[in-house]
């Protein structure tokens, strides 16, 4: 009888697990299939690779605001869905400089479940719109960039996400979901969502960009970017088996910005998640077929996770850290004083006028042209002095020393390393073309007349490295020249160049 029990009991608890896992199957598979669906809608040829101000666009934010609707988002501001924005565009009509489009943000609210929690912010952003069509080609021949992974893979996820978390009732805190327009033209969505201050700024604790996130099976990892910008992020955000998660403290890129600059450029703590740039990037073959479904359903659920455990955590600090690519100027203007200390050196390229190590010198100033933070055209301009040390004929034990004044105009590409540029010291590396005009040389020799022998022009090549601490910078260069120094018919036979090593001080105001 006991025995019997037993087994009853035992059979009931493993039809109860079977029913479970099976419950949680159907769950995942018809997740799966809302966000095939969503994907194949948004990136259908129909429309049209969702360009801001187009009908596919338009077409794509009506069925947004449908999904939210039936997910049981209430209307960001109690009459609808739509934030419409006005978009100036250089316009093909000569006489009419600027076109006004109108661009449109699709935003939902899951208000929150705590009396005090419900008055702070989580947004989640996805941009909705894509490219449009290729300019090249024309009527039926012209092809669509349909943007599935970018980014009708991410507003899958937003509106899925939405269902999911009413579902459960909501979060202490309350969840905006914005499917922003004008990404591609410029972040132009998420720019109008901060400047019309549809929430308060301030209550704003962190944003989300969810942004190419249908590639998981190729890329084989999800990046959570902007993990230093909150305080504790790695603490309170959830571990899973199911997929390879990456932290990564900042967006590091020059190149790739998503909605989350600027939320950040405001001092909001920001993560963007992606699959990476796997996918067909900005191309046609971005399609709706090529999406790994499966991987955007574990997406989905590790982003649930995420939003719930930042949804209820009972402070959200941001750490007062960003990326520098969040926080730089897109261009910057500077100058201040160079000076150059070290040796230049005569070398033989033919004949035998072997040359030994004298000293250098430069002053001058430096001016820089600094873009998006990393990239810098740096032109300067310096009185130098070359020292040389050489053999006066061949074979010769003794030196001949040689005093040069020259005017000097580098011109350096500079590349900052970002990573580090968030940090008070960072390093850099440039590669330099220069110009020297030689105005005067004395040798021993009293009758010496420096023209008569030597060239006023040089022109050479260089590469550095260096370190910068706040706004002074050290580093060193060697440069090599790449014009011989001795007039022509001077010294037949012989071919003589320069070549100079120096540590470079800079200061910029
Ligand atoms: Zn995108």
Redesign the pocket.
Same mark, same amino acid.
């Given at each position: 009888m006991k025995k019997y029990y037993i087994c009853s009991v035992l059979f009931l608890l493993t039809c109860g697990v079977m029913h479970l896992r099976a419950q949680e199957a159907d769950a995942w598979t018809m997740s799966r299939m809302r966000l095939r669906t969503h994907v194949s809608f948004l990136a259908s040829d129909s429309l049209a690779g969702r360009l801001i101000g187009t009908e596919g666009n338009l077409i794509a934010g009506e069925y947004i605001a449908d999904c939210f609707a039936d997910a049981g988002l209430d209307e960001y501001n109690g009459t609808g869905y739509f934030h419409y924005f006005d978009v100036k565009l250089p316009s093909a009509v000569p006489d009419i400089p600027l076109a006004v489009i109108e661009g449109c943000n699709v935003i939902g609210v899951l208000p929150g479940t705590d009396p005090v929690l419900k008055a702070e912010f989580i947004v989640i952003g996805a941009?909705y719109d894509h490219l449009g069509k290729a300019t090249r080609g024309s009527g039926e021949k012209q092809s669509i960039y349909n943007g599935a992974d970018?980014?009708a893979s991410g507003t899958a996820v937003l509106i899925e996400l939405a269902g999911k978390l009413q579902e459960k009732g909501g979060l202490a805190r309350t969840v905006v979901f914005a499917a922003f327009d004008g =990404? =591609?033209q410029g972040l132009l969505g998420s720019k109008q969502f901060l400047i019309d201050s549809l929430f308060p700024r301030e209550s704003i604790r962190i944003m989300i960009s969810l942004?190419?996130v249908g590639y998981y099976r190729t890329s084989g990892v999800l990046k959570i970017l902007g993990t230093g910008t909150l305080d504790d992020a790695r603490a309170l955000l959830p571990k899973t088996k199911a997929l390879r998660v990456r932290f990564i403290p900042y967006e590091i890129s020059p190149f790739s910005a998503?909605d989350t600059k600027p939320f950040a450029s405001a001092g909001i703590p920001t993560l963007h998640i992606t699959t990476g740039s796997s996918s067909p990037y900005h191309k046609e073959e971005d399609e709706s077929e090529k999406v790994d479904y499966e991987g955007l359903t574990a997406v989905t659920n590790y982003v649930q996770n995420l939003v719930t455990a930042l949804g209820k955590h009972t402070s959200l600090t941001p750490s007062g850290n960003y990326a520098v690519i969040h926080h730089v100027p897109s261009s910057l203007f500077s100058w201040g004083p160079a000076w150059a200390l070290g040796t230049n050196r005569f070398v033989h390229t033919k004949g035998a006028l072997e040359g030994k190590t004298a000293f250098y010198a430069s002053l001058g100033a430096d001016f820089r042209f600094l873009w998006k933070g990393f990239l810098e055209l740096n032109p300067g301009i310096g009185v130098e002095y070359v020292g040389a040390r050489h053999a006066p004929y061949p074979g010769s034990s003794y030196m001949n020393q040689m005093h040069m004044l020259a005017l000097g105009v580098p011109l350096s590409l500079r590349v900052y390393f970002p990573e580090f540029n968030k940090l008070p010291v960072g390093v850099y590396a440039w590669a330099t073309t220069y110009y020297r005009y030689y105005l005067a040389g004395q040798t021993f020799d009293p009758g010496f007349v420096f023209t008569d022998v030597f060239r006023r022009h040089e022109w050479g090549l260089g590469l550095g490295l260096g370190v910068r601490a706040s706004v002074f910078q050290v580093g060193f260069e060697t440069r090599w020249g790449m014009t011989g120094l001795f007039r022509p018919g001077v010294l037949q036979g012989y071919n003589v160049k320069n070549s100079t090593q120096t540590i470079r001080f800079s200061y910029f105001f």
């Amino acid at each position: 009888m006991k025995k019997y029990y037993i087994c009853s009991v035992l059979f009931l608890l493993t039809c109860g697990v079977m029913h479970l896992r099976a419950q949680e199957a159907d769950a995942w598979t018809m997740s799966r299939m809302r966000l095939r669906t969503h994907v194949s809608f948004l990136a259908s040829d129909s429309l049209a690779g969702r360009l801001i101000g187009t009908e596919g666009n338009l077409i794509a934010g009506e069925y947004i605001a449908d999904c939210f609707a039936d997910a049981g988002l209430d209307e960001y501001n109690g009459t609808g869905y739509f934030h419409y924005f006005d978009v100036k565009l250089p316009s093909a009509v000569p006489d009419i400089p600027l076109a006004v489009i109108e661009g449109c943000n699709v935003i939902g609210v899951l208000p929150g479940t705590d009396p005090v929690l419900k008055a702070e912010f989580i947004v989640i952003g996805a941009h909705y719109d894509h490219l449009g069509k290729a300019t090249r080609g024309s009527g039926e021949k012209q092809s669509i960039y349909n943007g599935a992974d970018d980014n009708a893979s991410g507003t899958a996820v937003l509106i899925e996400l939405a269902g999911k978390l009413q579902e459960k009732g909501g979060l202490a805190r309350t969840v905006v979901f914005a499917a922003f327009d004008g =990404e =591609e033209q410029g972040l132009l969505g998420s720019k109008q969502f901060l400047i019309d201050s549809l929430f308060p700024r301030e209550s704003i604790r962190i944003m989300i960009s969810l942004d190419m996130v249908g590639y998981y099976r190729t890329s084989g990892v999800l990046k959570i970017l902007g993990t230093g910008t909150l305080d504790d992020a790695r603490a309170l955000l959830p571990k899973t088996k199911a997929l390879r998660v990456r932290f990564i403290p900042y967006e590091i890129s020059p190149f790739s910005a998503t909605d989350t600059k600027p939320f950040a450029s405001a001092g909001i703590p920001t993560l963007h998640i992606t699959t990476g740039s796997s996918s067909p990037y900005h191309k046609e073959e971005d399609e709706s077929e090529k999406v790994d479904y499966e991987g955007l359903t574990a997406v989905t659920n590790y982003v649930q996770n995420l939003v719930t455990a930042l949804g209820k955590h009972t402070s959200l600090t941001p750490s007062g850290n960003y990326a520098v690519i969040h926080h730089v100027p897109s261009s910057l203007f500077s100058w201040g004083p160079a000076w150059a200390l070290g040796t230049n050196r005569f070398v033989h390229t033919k004949g035998a006028l072997e040359g030994k190590t004298a000293f250098y010198a430069s002053l001058g100033a430096d001016f820089r042209f600094l873009w998006k933070g990393f990239l810098e055209l740096n032109p300067g301009i310096g009185v130098e002095y070359v020292g040389a040390r050489h053999a006066p004929y061949p074979g010769s034990s003794y030196m001949n020393q040689m005093h040069m004044l020259a005017l000097g105009v580098p011109l350096s590409l500079r590349v900052y390393f970002p990573e580090f540029n968030k940090l008070p010291v960072g390093v850099y590396a440039w590669a330099t073309t220069y110009y020297r005009y030689y105005l005067a040389g004395q040798t021993f020799d009293p009758g010496f007349v420096f023209t008569d022998v030597f060239r006023r022009h040089e022109w050479g090549l260089g590469l550095g490295l260096g370190v910068r601490a706040s706004v002074f910078q050290v580093g060193f260069e060697t440069r090599w020249g790449m014009t011989g120094l001795f007039r022509p018919g001077v010294l037949q036979g012989y071919n003589v160049k320069n070549s100079t090593q120096t540590i470079r001080f800079s200061y910029f105001f």
